[in-house]
């Protein structure tokens, strides 16, 4: 649902957005780089949200037009650094129009079908076009890619991007206005026949419109996001390679948004975030980061479709029931049994990772500041035990939970 | 000639008949629920393993039968506790759940097994030479893989046609809600389906191992290949999957063995080589680079002109 | 057939809203509509009837253009609509509902509504415009909302209303979008009596100066709300008449009515 937004909204966002790089914590470059990231993800979850959660179209190719835009946004900063007079902030346009030309190229042929048609389609494309990046250097640059300055550019007012502030603000910048548009988009008459599509696609049909023409605008249009997104990427990290058109990337963009919660405009951002973070410091911690994301995939996919941003408004509405006492009591017998069944599965997890995939650290670790020998037997043992004493309890806990929140969905409704 | 000729058919009916295989269980598990099943070929890659583990406790004929049926336990469970959950949210759901399984699988082997490939070698029991073609050996264990996955078609031949549950599944197959409606244990038929769809894949992975690197990427590898398969042979067809399978097969290995390209096409009609540097660039890419592309241009081109695929008695 | 289609001006002055000439419909083998022909002059209220199974579904299907005949015309207002895709049909004045609710769940009642008269409008694929500054559009959503009696509940999403509402949706979003002949399949269906009467006065009301074709079960309904009733049989139209003359025609009866005296 795309809430009617205050200009209150938008005016604090710009203020966050301007405060966060001197928030204690993120002043290093490291929380900067970090930041940085964070926004060029929130702007292609976005342009991919307006495709998932707004059109209902499954894409497993958008990193296309995320990378295309950034291949040219790269040859266009060449370009700059040769001696064309264009200010580096505006390299994202040249991505925002080379998304837009390659979205209504492939869209043409890709949107007239939507659900698992479309979904195969877009992974068909996504891997022809992968593909081809690799048989073509001269625009790809084969293996390293294309690389590009960002500071032998013209300087206006005096910005030379040489430091990480200047791009994450460049970005913060790039965002707030993407976001503006996006927002824009949603409440114009082709935005919400998007929904509409997405609620109905053969209604639509009966009330005038042909839906096909409603999957091609909005793909085209979140395909120049995309590339803008593209273009903030080439700019941040100076080089542009295959990956970015890659599987993975494209993986990657549809966890962000399904994470965060595809119900929600916020969500496509939270998700972003979320999964960055995620990516930058729990692979500092643990090899098994990827198996703890896929899970919690699974998890939203199957018990949480509102993702994060759907946890967040759902338990802000339960603030104003009465069954919130009873689902506080519910969450609070639950608690400490899903912690003991955690701590017992990572502990699982995490010693048969380091059984197999770094067997040359040796068997000697440390967990939860207790340390042990993943050769013997003892460590398994109390783990799988925790893990199955944990799991058991919880499973006879959760019915408190559901009644609770059933009970608060009752009186929400009783409401509406 | 002749050789290249000959290897390159008899690979690629071998390579065929192993997407064969996979392919099968996935247009079951399509067409009759309507699942793109994206953690199928995780499945043929826990086949693989789990055969490879089983054969070192207790040796590779046991192995074949045991791995598969683990695997089709797996994709009951898959069904019973993870799906079923998830299909009265659309069938988007049940992609994305079933494409968070694929990246769990994987991440479970990894776990399991290492990153590393495995030397999953052919086993002593089937490592010899079937025959000889112009003076080279072909090796027994590709022979068994034709007999296999002839003998899968056979087996799926006759308990569509010839069993009653068969019958309801192939009913199912083009018309899975009225097969319901008309009264039919659907969940319990999705779980079978499931289940069997599974065991083939796993079947597939003992086989495929051998002849596959076996490592945490191979499902990722083979994955969208096989759903090319599906669609381009056709929803609710079982034939169509073989044809689509052998076509794709045979056509890409032929591929990757010309090492020619459109530049060279043009020199030998006298015509002119495109002057600008980029251009010459994309007709000088030999067939043999771009062949695995194939598959993906015949997914995509069958989606655009005829999405019922070859075979295919519908579309979704 | 002649004096009961003397109910407006001739032909050839005023095309029929709607007119179908000699339509079938098959699926492979099976025939589903074996050679339907109806003439439905400007302004009438026309009900077609008949057992389940008979086609009816199929024949709004065939005119609103969700099927193909496969032979046979279909004019709407003297054009040639048949075969034509939903949209260009819906574009030409056409408008229907269906039988099992067809709403747009996720989205508002009010933005249900509001989408549908969007192309009446004039408005096409528009992005550059904000929907909310629109106001032809937000007065005609409003004014529709109120005629079905759903201005209460204007912020609830479609979903989350009852049966009835749901119903009562499905015929404002036919009709919000000023079509000039409305299709309505089995508008009462699953009611009570009271919604069921309810539901009449809405359609009554809100197809003044249209022309409206309806299938309908429920003959209280028929009777009450038709100028002229058609009876569908096994894909045939076995009669077309004023509701009298219906229900005392014997093939209808034994088809359909049966002989106890509705």
Redesign the interface.
């Known amino acids: 649902m795309i809430a009617r937004a205050r200009p209150a909204w938008w005016l604090g966002a710009a203020v966050l957005l301007a405060v966060l790089p001197w928030v204690p914590g993120l002043q290093s470059d490291f929380g900067r780089s970090l930041l940085s990231q964070m926004g060029i993800a929130a702007i292609f979850a976005l342009s991919y949200n307006l495709l998932l959660g707004q059109t209902g179209l499954l894409s497993f190719g958008h990193a296309v037009y995320f990378g295309l835009g950034g291949y040219v946004s790269a040859h266009f900063m060449r370009a700059i650094n040769a001696g064309l007079p264009v200010p580096i902030a505006l390299v994202p346009v040249a991505g925002a129009l080379a998304g837009l030309a390659f979205g209504i190229a492939f869209g043409a042929l890709t949107t007239r079908r939507g659900g698992t048609i479309f979904a195969l389609i877009s992974l068909g494309v996504g891997e022809l076009v992968h593909a081809t990046s690799l048989m073509l250097p001269s625009f790809f640059g084969g293996e390293e890619g294309v690389t590009a300055s960002r500071t032998k550019a013209p300087h206006p007012l005096g910005l030379d991007f040489g430091s990480q502030l200047q791009v994450y603000y460049v970005i913060a910048a790039w965002l707030l206005v993407a976001a503006l548009l996006m927002h824009a988009f949603m409440r114009t008459p082709v935005g919400r026949l998007c929904n509409a599509v997405r609620d109905n696609p053969e209604r639509v049909e009966f009330i005038g419109y042909n839906p096909q023409r409603v999957r091609f605008i909005v793909f085209s249009i979140a395909a120049a996001f995309a590339g803008l997104a593209g273009g903030l990427h080439a700019i941040n990290y100076e080089i542009v390679a295959a990956e970015a058109l890659s599987a993975t990337r494209s993986g990657e963009v549809l966890l962000m948004v399904y994470i965060g919660g595809v119900h929600h405009f916020m969500g496509a951002i939270l998700g972003a975030a979320a999964i960055t973070w995620l990516q930058v410091s729990l692979s500092d911690y643990t090899t098994a980061w990827l198996l703890y994301l896929g899970l919690l995939f699974m998890g939203i996919v199957a018990f949480v479709p509102g993702g994060l941003a759907g946890l967040v408004t759902m338990h802000l509405a339960a603030l104003r029931t009465r069954a919130l006492a009873a689902i506080a009591r519910a969450y609070a017998a639950a608690l400490p049994v899903a912690l003991l069944a955690s701590a017992g599965a990572i502990t699982l997890i995490e010693i048969a990772y380091r059984r197999s995939t770094q067997p040359e650290a040796g068997t000697r670790m440390k967990l939860f500041w207790i340390p042990m020998d993943t050769a013997k037997p003892w460590p398994w043992l109390a783990a799988a035990a925790l893990l199955a004493v944990g799991a058991a309890a919880l499973l006879r806990l959760w019915p408190r939970v559901s009644r609770a929140w059933a009970s608060a969905g009752e009186e929400l409704h009783g409401r509406g | 000639m002749r050789e290249i000729v000959a290897f390159s058919l008899l690979n690629g009916a071998v390579y065929g008949l192993l997407l064969f295989m996979l392919s099968s269980g996935l247009t079951l598990i399509f067409s009759m629920m309507g699942v793109l099943n994206f953690a199928h070929a995780s499945v043929f890659m826990l086949g693989a393993y789990f055969s490879w583990q089983i054969s070192r406790w207790i040796g590779f004929w046991p192995a074949l039968v045991v791995a598969p049926l683990l695997c089709g336990l797996i994709g009951a469970a898959i069904e019973r506790y993870g799906l079923r959950g998830v299909h009265r949210q659309g069938h988007v759901a049940e992609i994305l759940f079933t494409f968070g399984l694929a990246y769990v699988i994987g991440e479970l082997v990894i776990m399991g097994w290492g990153r590393n490939p495995i030397e999953n070698r052919v086993p002593a029991v089937i490592d010899f030479a079937a025959f000889r073609v112009f003076g080279t050996s072909y090796p027994f264990y590709k022979v068994l893989m034709t007999l296999i996955s002839v003998g899968m078609f056979t087996f799926l031949y006759l308990a569509f046609k010839r069993t009653r549950v068969g019958l309801v599944i192939q009913a199912a197959l083009t018309h899975p809600q009225m097969v319901g409606a008309l009264g039919h244990d659907v969940p319990r038929l999705f779980v079978l389906v499931f289940a069997i769809g599974s065991a083939l894949a796993g079947l597939a992975g003992v086989i495929g191992g051998f002849a596959l690197l076996t490592e945490p990427n191979m499902a990722a590898a083979l994955g969208p290949i096989v759903f090319v398969v599906v669609v381009v042979g056709g929803l609710g067809s079982i034939p169509g999957a073989f044809v689509a399978s052998m076509l794709i097969g045979i056509v890409q290995t032929f591929a990757v063995a010309v090492d020619y390209s459109l530049m060279d096409l043009l020199r030998t009609l006298g015509a002119s080589v495109p002057a600008s540097p980029f251009l010459r660039e994309v007709v000088s890419v030999k067939l043999a680079q771009a062949a695995p592309m194939i598959p993906y241009l015949l997914l995509v081109l069958v989606l655009i002109v005829r999405p019922r695929g070859l075979m295919g008695t519908r579309e979704t | 057939m002649a004096d009961a289609l003397a109910v407006t001006a001739p032909e050839a002055v005023v095309p029929a809203a709607l007119e179908l000439r000699d339509v079938h419909k098959s699926f492979g083998a099976t025939s589903i509509i074996r050679g339907v022909s109806l003439s439905v002059p400007r302004g009438e209220r026309h009900a077609i009837i008949g057992p389940n199974g008979a086609g009816k579904s199929t024949l709004f299907n065939l005119v ?3 099927l193909r005949p496969t032979r046979g015309s279909i004019r709407l207002e003297g054009q040639e609509i048949a075969g034509k ?3 260009r049909i ?2 030409r004045g056409l ?2 509902s ?1 039988q099992v609710t ?6 508002t009642v009010y ?1 249900n509504i ?3 008269v ?3 409008l004039g ?1 096409r ?8 500054r ?1 106001r032809d559009a937000n007065e005609r959503a409003e004014h529709t909302l109120e005629q079905i009696h759903l201005a209460g509940r204007r912020d ?1 999403l479609a979903g ?1 209303l009852t049966y009835a509402e749901q119903r009562a949706l499905e015929i404002g ?1 036919t009709i919000a ?1 000023g079509a000039r002949v409305i299709l309505l399949d089995e508008p009462t269906a699953g009611m009570s009596r009271q919604e069921a009467e309810h539901t009449v006065e809405l359609i009554r009301s809100l197809t003044r100066d249209r022309t409206l074709v309806m299938v309908e079960h429920d003959m209280g309904v028929v009777f009450g709300l038709a100028d002229r009733i058609s009876v569908l049989v096994y894909g045939e139209i076995i009669a077309t008449d004023v509701p009298q003359r219906i229900r005392a025609n014997e093939a209808v009866r034994a088809a359909y009515l049966g002989t106890v005296d509705a």
């Open positions: 609103s253009g969700r895709r939903a949209f819906a574009r408008a229907r269906f067809n709403i747009f769940p996720r989205l933005e509001r989408c549908s969007l192309w009446s408005y694929y528009d992005f550059w415009r904000r929907i909310d629109l609830a989350v979003i979008g």
